[in-house]
Structure formats: C-alpha cells, structure tokens
C-alpha cells in the first residue's frame, strides 16, 4: 500500500508528537517523583528533628535514659506525642503525668497529640507489653514485615535509641547494621544516639495516594494532548501539501505539451523556490519548443530554395522551355553542391549539439595550426583580393610566434574545423581589397585568437544573434554566397566544447570582430575522449 505525501506528513507530525509527549511525560513524571521524595525527606528530617528534641528534653529532665527505658508511654509519647513536654517548673510530676499519658494513648477517641480521631493501628500494637523484651523496638507485627521484605513506612517503627555508651535504650540488636545513626546533643555533649532504618522513598498514605491522583492526571494529560496533537496535524498536513498538488498538476500540464502552464507562488521558502524554478522551467521548455519550430520552419525554408531552384530548372529543360546543355547541368551541380553542404552542416550542428563528436585531446600548437590552415586558404584570399596578417601582441612576423607558448589541450580536427568555418566567413562576406588580421595573445590561462575583417560590418543590434543557427544578417551579408547560417553556431559549440567561449563585436577595421578564447585545460566533457 503507497501512502500520499499527506498521510505521510501527518503520521510524521502525528508520530513527532508523540514522541514529545512520551517525553515530556517521561521527565515530567521524573521531575515529580524527584521533588517528591525530596519533600518527603525533608518532612521526614523535620519529623526526626522535632523527635530529637523532645528525646533531649526527656533528658534534660531526668538526667539519664533510665526512666524513659522503664516507661514504655515515654518513648511513644516521644514518636507520635505532642511537640514538647511539661517541665519541673510546669508541673511535672513523673508518674502522674506518664499516666495521664498512657490513658491518651489508649483512649480509643483521643490522640496523643490531643485530638479526637483514632490512634493509628502501629500505636495500638505498640501498647501491647512484650514482658521478655521491655525494651525491643519496632513492634513484632513490623518485624515480621520487615523480615518478609517490606520496609514500615511509619517513620516512628524505623525508629531506635542508643544511649551515650551505644547500649540500646529502645530497638533490636539485629536491625542495627543497617540503620542510619544521627547522635543527640545536648550543649555539644553526645548524649546518644538516634537510628534510622531505611524505608520507602515515599512511605506516608497520603503522599502515595497523591502520587497516584498525579500520575492518572498526567496519563490523562497525555491522552488529552495526543488527541489535540492528530486533530491539528490533520489540518495542517493539508495545508502543507496543497502547494506539492499545485506542482504536481502544474507539471503534469508541462507533460501534457502546455507549455503556458504556471504555478502559483506563495511564500519565500523552499516551496516557493520550488514553485519559482518549477515556472522558470516552464518558460524554459516554451523558449524551447517556439525555437524547435523555428528551427524547423528554417530548415524548411532553406532546403525548399535549392531544391525549388532544380525541379524549375529540371521542368524547364522536360518542357524544352531551357536547353540540357553544358551550362545548365553546371548550374544544377552547383545547386546539388549547396544543398549538400547545408545537409552537411545541419548534420555536424545537430552533432555538436546533442555532443555526439568525439573530441581526442592532445597537445595543440594553435600558431602552426593557423600558419596551415592560413597557407591552405591563401589561393582563395588571393582570388577575393584580401590581405592576411597574423601577429601576436604587435608583432606582424610569423617567425617571431614561439611555438610552445602557444600549446593547449584540445582536439586539431575540431579546432581547425573553427578556424575554416570563421575563415569562410570573412572570404563570404568581406568586400574585395579588404583584409583579415588574427591576433594571437595569452595574458593568463586561457587563449586568445582575435579575427577582425574590413567591411562591410554587422549591426550592433545583430551582434548578439550571429552565433544563433540560421541566422543571417540579410541587409549586408546575403544568401548570393550560398551561406546557411549554420558556420558561427559550429564553431560557437566546437569552442564550448573546449571548455572556451566566442563572442562578436564590431571591428576597428569596419567589419566584423570575433573573439575566441580556449582554456586548453584537462577536463574531458561528455563524448570526449583523451588522447594519450
């Protein structure tokens, strides 16, 4: 099963909210167990604190442990009795007050502390003598649990006395190992020695049943916020991928061959890049598709004259209207010869074009190759009356051009392809008694060849679209030549192809100027190969 952009947006958002509601409830819940076992260590040093004074006051009464050992009332008035104790001065008088005591602890309707609730089921089980262990502490019922592995929660059944010496006044030899000792002092003297023994992190009813209030509300919580989290994914995933959908029928319009379709763009973020590249290609493959129909209507249009030219002239000579003689089938031979070459450029273009030439690369001296190509030319240049200089940087002698400084990387066949394709050019359309000079210079990496003819010259308005396929400026440079338009843009792609550039503008001598730079580097393009 293939899920949408969408159901995959919203379980993305949906599972991402999850996973930080998981967490924040992880930590949540860590950060309230931690404050709470904070809490209750605090209570129960608050508790132990108030324990501890009202032991030192038992003390400070008596002077010794004796009778708080005698007088079991005593020690659990200290654990769960009122804050402080009678003094001599406030009338305490021992046995009576210890009485008076023991009947609040087993009034059944009166707390040690003087209220009117039910003393807790550890204190009525503490009231409960053990005649051979006076003195033994916690109860039996809490050892027998702590025996099984469970620790009392009450603080005051983890609870043992040792007096200044470590002798037990209350408590079980057996427990002692593990019990943490917090000494009594009175006025910086040790008078003994509290014990605790360890117990649950939370060990209070209430605290736990307040655990388990808050641990419900946060599960709640999380339901809750899980539920609100889908509910806005939804919506969201929506609107997220409305813009992808807007794309998506935008480019299947582009597939359709409905090249004015646009998307709409909102926005500045990769989307609306997106959608901004989306229509540039659009525009793209409309420049393209209104320049292949142009390139077809050219091409039509430039094979049609040659061949109209011989079916007149082949019909005239069926109708006897013109004699088959010598001169009429030069005249046809002359035709059939600019039809193939244009057949033959449109084909080497279409060549470069899709980049199907295969370029072998190799060292190339550019000065000896235009020394033959120039010497191969010069019949032809001689006949149309021009004058041919090449220089370098101001010198006019051949002989003064280095050899090796004039060395890059490239193809010889293709390159002197360019150069008689721009040498035709200036013998095509150059008037008589003019001239052609080409200057070679190389202030950097790249090489520069410089072509400058006389007149006449090219419109500036023309200068940009002399490189395009077809293209002729009519008004100067005509089709008498038997051109195609088809020189300048093979020679534009052979130079692209040496990873140079070509470009035209008007020259100092009132004709045309083309400059040509090659890089000459390494890198071998696609359908090139190096040549060892």
Known sequence: ??????????????????????????????????????????????????????????????????????NRILWLQALAGPPSYPTPEKGWHGPRHAQEHREQIRSPDRHLHGGYRPPPPWLREALRREPREPNSWPPRQALAHMQAGERPRTLALRLMLLDADGDIVYGRPTLLADAERRPLLDGGTRIGTLAVLPGPSIMERPEMRFRERQSSALWLIVIGVALLGALLAFPLSKRLTRPVREFQHTARRLAAGDYDARAEVTGRDELGRLGRDLNALAETLGQTEQARRQWVADIS????????????????????VRPLDQAALEHMHADLLRLGRLVDDLYELSMTDLGALSYRKAPVDVAEMLRDELASFGR?????????????????????????????????????QLFRNLLRNTLAYTDRGGELRITLSRPGSPLSITFEDSAPGVPEADLGRLFERLYRVDASRSRVTGGAGLGLAIARNIVQAHGGRISAAPSSLGGLRVVVELCGNDSIGPHQEKQP
């Open 301 to 320: 249009h430039e094979l049609r004259t040659p061949l109209s030219l011989l079916r007149a002239d082949t019909e005239a000579m069926q109708d006897g």
């Open 380 to 416: 032809a240049f001689e006949e149309a009356g021009l004058r041919i200089r090449l220089q370098t940087d101001g010198a006019a002698d051949l002989s003064d051009l280095p050899g090796k400084h004039w060395q890059i990387n490239g193809d010889a066949q293709r390159l002197s």
């Open 1 to 70: 099963m293939t899920l949408s952009l969408r159901a995959k947006l919203f379980l993305t958002l949906l599972c991402v909210s999850l996973l930080t509601i998981v967490v924040s409830h992880a930590f949540v819940r860590w950060t309230f167990m931690h404050g709470l076992q904070r809490l209750v260590a605090e209570r129960q040093d608050e508790r132990l604190d108030i324990i501890s004074a009202r032991l030192r006051r038992l003390h400070q009464i008596d002077g010794d442990w004796q009778q708080l050992a005698e």
